[in-house]
């Protein structure tokens, strides 16, 4: 679990954040909204600010959204800033609220300097009139745009870049300017590992095996996920109350050493097709019917 303050908020959060996503079962969007503000866990509402905001309203719950991409089609830093300020305007009638905890810069590609001058302008000014609690920095594309988004700008307290056991690039890269301007860690896509699953689907094809009695029984998703969150806040997605209890139980799980080697053989399987095809006519269920996704 994350230890100190995150970054320059100079505040603790817990190591696993819920980010809401469109209930895929009958389970409505009030049962998962209130599944979600019962937990006390920040709250990701980027899929949805129309669809999550009026769940939200009344509550002290720390929210956080991301952009849209709107400002990458401003034609000078002005209509920038008015894009920025009208997508805030929008998040916060929809919550009912003054205010958001964390405003999230969305970088999909490069984009010009007075694009990035406009965003930048339109979050200073939110953040002067209480609008915006912190501001945020968001990886969604090569970790390079996201650098020269950053590189010369100091705004930023928190920054959000992929991460998972598959794959670490944006994190390789963007990390060590993170803390070098002492800038808080937030990962995401812990479980996109290249195969597309969603959050309950791991669990029930994949078991960690040859574990200790204690730890009998965690999914390889929950340990990732735990193993992950020991380093930075980790955002991951739900859509059912299930999958937020399965990302609570894995803030309190005590990892076993060697979690690394034990992950390798998952985490090199998506490189090897060889042994992809030979899980397919494994005895053991679990691997074939992963093997039979693959190939689907």
Same mark, same amino acid.
């Given at each position: 679990?994350?230890?100190?303050? #995150?970054?320059?908020?100079n505040?603790s959060?817990?190591?696993?954040?819920?980010? !809401?996503?469109?209930p895929?079962?009958?389970?409505d969007l009030?049962?998962?909204?209130h599944?979600?503000?019962?937990s006390? %866990?920040p709250?990701?509402?980027?899929?949805?600010?129309a669809?999550?905001?009026?769940?939200m309203?009344?509550?002290?719950?720390?929210?956080?959204?991301a952009s849209?991409?709107?400002?990458?089609?401003? $034609? $000078?830093?002005? =209509?920038?800033?008015?894009?920025?300020?009208? =997508?805030?305007i929008e998040? #916060?009638?929809s919550?009912?609220?003054?205010?958001i905890? +964390?405003?999230?810069?969305r970088?999909?590609?490069m984009?010009?300097e007075f694009?990035?001058?406009g965003? #930048?302008?339109? !979050?200073?000014?939110?953040?002067?009139?209480? =609008?915006?609690?912190?501001? *945020?920095?968001?990886?969604?594309?090569?970790? %390079?745009a996201?650098?020269g +988004?950053? &590189?010369f700008?100091?705004?930023f307290?928190?920054?959000s870049?992929p991460? $998972? =056991?598959?794959?670490?690039?944006?994190?390789?890269?963007l990390?060590? !300017?993170?803390k070098?301007?002492?800038v *808080?860690?937030?990962?995401?896509k812990?479980?996109n590992?290249?195969y597309?699953?969603p959050f309950?689907a791991i669990?029930?094809?994949?078991r960690?095996?040859?574990l200790? &009695? /204690?730890?009998? *029984?965690?999914?390889?998703?929950?340990?990732a996920?735990a193993? #992950?969150s020991?380093?930075h806040?980790?955002v991951?997605?739900? $859509?059912? /109350?299930k999958?937020?209890d &399965?990302?609570i139980?894995? &803030?309190?799980v005590?990892?076993?050493?060697?979690?690394d080697?034990?992950?390798?053989?998952?985490?090199?399987?998506f490189?090897d097709?060889?042994l992809?095809?030979s899980?397919?006519?494994?005895?053991?269920?679990?691997l074939?019917?992963?093997?039979?996704r693959?190939?689907a």
């Amino acid at each position: 679990m994350p230890t100190g303050y #995150l970054g320059r908020t100079n505040r603790s959060f817990p190591s696993i954040w819920l980010s !809401l996503s469109q209930p895929n079962s009958a389970e409505d969007l009030q049962t998962l909204a209130h599944k979600a503000l019962d937990s006390g %866990l920040p709250i990701d509402i980027s899929s949805g600010p129309a669809i999550w905001g009026g769940q939200m309203r009344g509550t002290d719950a720390p929210l956080m959204v991301a952009s849209n991409s709107d400002y990458e089609r401003a $034609n $000078n830093e002005s =209509h920038a800033c008015d894009l920025v300020q009208a =997508h805030l305007i929008e998040v #916060l009638s929809s919550l009912g609220r003054d205010s958001i905890d +964390f405003y999230f810069v969305r970088v999909r590609r490069m984009v010009e300097e007075f694009q990035i001058s406009g965003v #930048l302008q339109a !979050l200073e000014i939110a953040k002067n009139e209480g =609008h915006v609690g912190y501001i *945020g920095l968001m990886c969604d594309g090569p970790s %390079l745009a996201t650098l020269g +988004f950053w &590189q010369f700008h100091d705004a930023f307290e928190v920054i959000s870049m992929p991460r $998972n =056991h598959y794959s670490d690039e944006a994190y390789r890269t963007l990390s060590p !300017l993170a803390k070098e301007r002492r800038v *808080g860690v937030v990962t995401t896509k812990p479980l996109n590992w290249g195969y597309g699953l969603p959050f309950i689907a791991i669990p029930d094809l994949w078991r960690l095996r040859n574990l200790t &009695q /204690s730890f009998y *029984g965690m999914s390889l998703a929950q340990a990732a996920l735990a193993d #992950l969150s020991q380093d930075h806040p980790v955002v991951v997605s739900v $859509n059912s /109350s299930k999958q937020i209890d &399965q990302a609570i139980q894995a &803030q309190s799980v005590t990892l076993p050493d060697g979690l690394d080697a034990m992950l390798e053989p998952f985490r090199s399987a998506f490189d090897d097709e060889e042994l992809w095809k030979s899980w397919l006519t494994s005895d053991d269920v679990l691997l074939r019917n992963a093997a039979q996704r693959r190939f689907a």
